[in-house]
């Protein structure tokens, strides 16, 4: 089962947070939000503070490429599918 946090508005956020390309270099931005939460010069920077907020709410990065397609995705909480031995 997979839980889900609620805003204010009953809306359900996600513990997905996307590293995307932005205007002024890389953001981090949560499913769902048509807003980036944050801002960062390199994807680097992205990526540590998309990583360590996804720690603290046990939920997963996803980092795009600069043409926006997915590079990789890390867990760091419930994984939905955890591997045998």
Do not use: C, F, L
């Not at 204010?8 to 949560?30: D, E, F, L, N, T």
């Not at 680097?44 to 397609?69: M, S, Y």
């Amino acid at each position: 089962m997979i839980t889900r946090s609620v805003s204010k508005k009953g809306q359900y956020m996600s513990k997905r947070i996307h590293v995307v390309p932005h205007v002024s270099g890389w953001a981090a931005r949560r499913e769902g939000s048509s807003r980036v939460g944050s801002t960062h010069p390199t994807q680097a920077a992205a990526i540590e503070a998309a990583r360590t907020t996804a720690i603290r709410e046990r939920g997963e990065v996803i980092i795009h490429r600069p043409n926006g397609k997915i590079r990789d995705a890390n867990s760091y909480g419930n994984d939905p599918y955890p591997p045998k031995g």
